[in-house]
């Protein structure tokens, strides 16, 4: 068994603030999470802390792009070359986040390395990118969008790898069913399934078809991204974009399970669980047992 290593990348950097003068509360999701001992529940070794730079949009308004942009430049480099290390020494990173643009990191990192794949468990594509959306700026919502080569380059095309995934490298799971880029992913041939979908088919089923899709040949291995607003809201709604409609933990857990103890996945990262937004506790408890749970049932 590949040796787990808890690293930390606690960036909010891709998040728009929750109000005027504050900043998403999401970068406190690795501390929440290790007090719950997720690093000794799942028997890891301790990877330390990536830490980001300061939150600071500065003079940035509507249309300048990418909010934060050179800020998630450095870091998504030093995330990566951290990644990298892990991956490249045969070890199973596990970084918690943060929100979901850490995932570039990952994609960044394992484009350094090879062609990979992506199964990205979360409540909506993060696909927004210019030719969908005139609202660009919060790189959180914007991350697969960025590392399928549809976005800035300053973003899209770090040390001139743009993209980092190849459409088709890449497996989506939890959109609601009336997600508004189901149609942009059909056109583009981007497998994903919907709450609706894994419930008629069974989410242990699709899992372990994904799983053995992204078993092949052609790629090196892939990686798993998993934002906690794929659960409802009625478990989990310490998220920044609650939508009803989501995954209940059983449903989670079984699709989770199959994706992380494929001998072809190469890590996983957990994001957007904000602890300002959980005073009783109950559903970072949820996310860690989850997350836990999934590696004991590998």
Not at 165 to 190: N, P, S, W
Request: proline share 6%; aromatic share 6%.
């Amino acid at each position: 068994m590949r040796t787990r290593v808890v690293l930390d990348a606690p960036s909010n950097l891709g998040l728009r603030p929750p109000a005027p003068g504050t900043v998403p509360g999401c970068y406190k999701l690795a501390g929440a999470l290790r007090e719950r001992r997720i690093v000794q529940r799942l028997g890891a070794s301790e990877g330390g802390v990536v830490v980001p730079p300061r939150y600071d949009r500065g003079d940035w308004q509507e249309g300048d792009g990418v909010f934060n942009a050179a800020a998630l430049a450095r870091y998504t480099r030093t995330l990566a070359d951290r990644i990298e290390g892990h991956v490249r020494a045969e070890e199973f990173p596990v970084v918690l986040g943060g929100d979901c643009s850490i995932q570039l990191g990952a994609t960044l990192a394992l484009r350094r390395i090879g062609r990979y794949g992506l199964a990205a468990i979360d409540g909506s594509a993060d696909f927004r990118h210019l030719g969908n959306s005139d609202r660009i700026g919060a790189a959180g919502g914007e991350e697969l969008a960025i590392s399928t080569g549809r976005g800035q380059a300053d973003l899209a095309d770090l040390e001139g790898l743009g993209p980092y995934l190849r459409d088709e490298d890449v497996r989506l799971f939890g959109m609601r069913d009336d997600d508004e880029d189901r149609a942009e992913m059909a056109a583009l041939k981007i497998s994903n399934a919907t709450v609706g979908e894994i419930r008629e088919w069974g989410p242990d089923v699709l899992a372990r078809a994904a799983a053995q899709s992204l078993e092949t040949p052609a790629l090196d291995g892939f990686w798993v991204h998993l934002d906690a607003d794929v659960l409802d809201p009625s478990v989990m709604p310490a998220v920044d974009s609650p939508d009803d409609g989501g995954l209940f933990p059983d449903e989670l857990a079984a699709l989770l399970g199959p994706l992380v103890g494929s001998p072809r996945c190469v890590g996983l990262n957990v994001t957007i669980y904000d602890p300002d937004l959980d005073p009783d506790g109950t559903a970072g408890t949820l996310l860690t047992d989850l997350v836990v749970g999934a590696f004991a049932a590998a």
